[in-house]
């Protein structure tokens, strides 16, 4: 086993948030299952990660409940692990680097929510910390960004009338031009997918 799916903030806090209604891809359990289920054949290892912010009294406060997978993920199976992290990237407070060393892991595939944010993070740090980063662009999600002078209590439907907004597409394909041939090869799960019919 040399390479491990990493599945990274794929949970109910962000359908909890009012920003949900502008996620770029609300059926992003879909593919996020089609990679695990890619893993799994190929018997690799599956991580799933979970953001929570203890006491923040927000979506991502474990006391409020919605710090669990989205309910239509198939996952996780006996023996793969759960690491729960309070920081951007999957690594810093976790053990993930352990784990990952412990099975002899050297080559990474990321996807999650949000793309530029925890999952490109995580696929930054990967990099450095010596693995190869497969980024699965396609599973993975993210909302339109504010403008860093705009207010931050507005609604989902003034940031989205603010000219000044960053539209998610834009958002991922920054963050496509950001990691490729520098952090990660970007893929997308149908290439992944004939790449292992290919091989099968």
């Known amino acids: 086993m040399?390479?491990?799916l990493i599945v990274i903030d794929v949970q109910e806090s962000f359908r909890a948030s009012p920003l949900w209604e502008a996620i770029s891809d609300p059926k992003i359990a879909d593919?996020?299952?089609?990679?695990?289920?890619?893993?799994?054949r190929a018997g690799d290892l599956v991580v799933w990660v979970l953001h929570s912010e203890?006491?923040?009294?927000?979506?991502f406060d474990p006391a409020l409940g919605h710090v669990r997978l989205?309910?239509?993920?198939?996952g996780p199976e006996a023996g793969e692990p759960v690491v729960h992290k309070t920081s951007h990237n999957a690594f810093t407070t976790t053990n993930l680097q352990q784990l990952l060393t412990e099975r002899g892991v050297r080559d990474l595939t990321v996807c999650g929510i949000r793309t530029e944010q925890c999952v490109e993070t995580?696929?930054?740090?990967?990099?450095?910390?010596?693995?190869?980063v497969t980024f699965v662009v396609?599973?993975?999600a993210t909302n339109p960004?504010?403008?860093?002078?705009?207010?931050?209590?507005?609604s989902v439907a003034e940031l989205l009338a603010d000219p000044r907004t960053l539209p998610a597409d834009e958002v991922i394909r920054r963050t496509e031009y950001a990691l490729a041939g520098r952090?990660?090869?970007i893929a997308t799960v149908a290439g992944l997918e004939a790449a292992a019919e290919d091989l099968a």
């Open 2 to 4: 040399t390479r491990a």
């Open 31 to 40: 593919k996020v299952n089609r990679l695990v289920r890619l893993a799994r």
């Open 54 to 59: 203890p006491g923040s009294g927000g979506a």
């Open 122 to 132: 995580t696929a930054r740090v990967g990099s450095d910390l010596g693995y190869q």
């Open 70 to 74: 989205l309910a239509e993920l198939e």
């Open 183 to 185: 952090f990660a090869t």
């Open 145 to 154: 960004i504010a403008h860093r002078d705009a207010p931050a209590d507005r």
């Open 138 to 140: 396609d599973a993975t």
